[in-house]
């Protein structure tokens, strides 16, 4: 169990405390052992030493299953703080607020006994074999889903519905200028009767200037104001000017 | 032993599960119920008394021949059978609660163990030792748990009635006389 017998004062307890949560199948459990463990009379509850106790028990167990043994750390706090409240003398009778917590957990115990007993039981029944005894398999994992095509588009449309405003196409302003590009093309043209690509565009273009040249200058050689000649493969392309230029 | 004791026997040997009476009768027209416990009863002192590795057990409401325990481990060790799984503390919890309240909703369930019970509820009814008996009258209609007779089978118990008497517990829920 814990770690070694320890004097019945709440400071002693600290520190040489170890359990795991799979050590207690709920809060009642844990209740019970710090209980036993301090050899206390079920009848006769020390609750502010137990609380505390069970408070730095869930600490150390960490938060998994936490909501269940916060709250039963809310009742032993509760409990604690009506025990410390003045007992208004006379007309109605005093309830030990402690009531209700033991028989609950003499309740539980109870569980624990008849538990222990099927264990008992089982094991028992488990050394005997019947013919052609089959054992159970091992947990089962859970069966593969079943459901109909409607019930699998209903559960895309909620998935999808979940989904923020669905974007299918972004329309943004074109930066793309040809109009500029040709005025520059003809300017060039005007000055020189034949340039290379870079002359037009410079060492380091940008994309959008990159895509409006080239859409500018296969307009101006589909109008046949410019010619554009490659002289070998893979090798820049020429651009001259073409039979209309003189009419541009 | 006589004619129906050595049918009996045949009976619960080709049987996979424990065989109750009214299963017998159908082997044969003739007998009664009287005439089948008898034949139970030589089979039992039959395997009791002339050394056998096997023993005729009572289980949930029926008959089953089974082997003794002393051979327990040497048949497990040959691979011959397993065992079955143990179940955790947690659902024998709950299987002890379904056993003595049935038929149980999860609430009361849920209320005597602290901790949420659901998916332990599943569990043991995968493994069919519980079962849905009903809907409890009571607000949003709850499903209600009972135990099933594979429960029975599971701990070796004849009838419910096998169980430990809630006055054979130690724990006793009466306060002591003397509080104060």
Known sequence: MTAAAQPARPEASEGGFVVTLDRFAGPLDLLLHLIRREEIDIWDIPIARIADQFLQAIHVLGLDEAAEYLEMAARLLRIKAQLLLPRRGGEEPWEDPRHELVRRLLEYQQVREIADWLDGAARRRALRYGRGFAPPGPDVPPPPLEFTIEELLEAVERVISMLPDSVIHRVVPRPLDVEAATARILDLLAVRESFGWRDLLGPAPAIVDVLSSLVALLELARSGVLRLTQPRAFTPFAIDRGPAYQTA | ?180
Not at chain 2, 10 to 22: E, G, N, S, T, Y
Not at chain 2, 76 to 92: C, F, H, K, T, V
Not at chain 2, 140 to 168: A, H, I, K, M
């Open chain 2, 1 to 180: 032993m006589d004619q129906r004791t050595r049918l009996l026997e045949a009976a619960l040997f080709a049987a996979p599960r424990p065989l109750a009476l009214d299963e017998l009768s159908a082997l044969d027209a003739e007998a009664t119920d009287a005439d089948w416990l008898r034949a139970v009863q030589e089979l039992r002192d039959h395997y009791c008394n002339d050394g056998h590795g096997v023993e005729l057990a009572e289980i949930a409401g029926g008959y089953q021949i089974l082997t003794r325990e002393v051979f327990a481990e040497a048949v497990e060790r040959a691979a011959l059978a397993s065992r079955p799984l143990r179940l955790s503390a947690a659902a024998l919890e709950v299987l002890a609660i379904v056993a003595y309240r049935q038929p149980v909703g999860r609430a009361e369930i849920e209320d005597i163990r602290g901790v949420s019970s659901a998916g332990v509820l599943r569990l043991l009814q995968e493994r069919d030792l519980i079962e849905v008996a009903g809907r409890s009258e009571g607000l949003g209609r709850p499903l209600l748990y009972c135990t099933t007779p594979q429960f029975l089978e599971y701990l070796g118990l004849g009838d419910l009635g096998d169980l430990p008497r809630s006055e054979e517990l130690t724990i006793a829920l009466a306060p002591p006389q003397a509080e104060g």
